[in-house]
């Protein structure tokens, strides 16, 4: 019981630091990197499956639209894939928060050439350089090839 006590404490204690808004930072980047992890391994379902990647557009008028990557997903990921939850509140409320290479939209994800130099989806803070970084100066990136890392602000994708 004792234990259990210290614990407590300590974790109370740790509410209002600096060093437990490191840790709940890192874990949100994570969530959002398996976010990115998850649709990448959909989208190489598709592949599999003989299928191009979505024609989807760059980021939707809105999460239901024709165009939008997460209503062509719809029944294939959840939802909340396409949230990253450290996103301002504002985009989350949108429930879109990371945008699509539509210039892949049509094509085999096998064959995208230079894959792993390829992103396929990224943090939306990467498209307005007044948007803070999403995840400790830096956004994380699904690349053709699958992969899905984070990435320095200084090396983020170019988005054409």
Not at 82 to 96: D, M, Q, S, T
């Amino acid at each position: 019981m004792t234990e259990v006590l210290a614990t407590a404490t300590l974790i109370a204690g740790l509410g209002g630091s600096t060093a437990f808004v490191n840790i709940k930072d890192k874990a949100q980047q994570e969530v959002c990197l398996q976010h990115l992890k998850t649709i990448g391994q959909a989208l190489a379902m598709l592949d599999l499956q003989s299928q191009p990647l979505p024609k989807a557009c760059f980021y939707p008028k809105s999460p239901t639209a024709a165009d939008s990557l997460a209503k062509l997903m719809e029944g294939k990921i959840q939802a909340q894939a396409f949230l990253c939850p450290c996103a301002p509140l504002k985009l989350r409320e949108y429930k879109v928060t990371y945008v699509y290479n539509s210039s892949l939209s049509g094509k085999m994800m096998s064959q995208v050439p230079n894959a792993s130099d390829t992103w396929v989806l990224t943090d939306l803070c990467v498209v307005d350089p007044k948007l803070p970084p999403t995840h400790s100066d830096g956004a994380n990136v699904l690349y053709a090839d699958g992969q899905a890392r984070w990435v320095a602000a200084r090396k983020l994708p170019k988005l054409k």
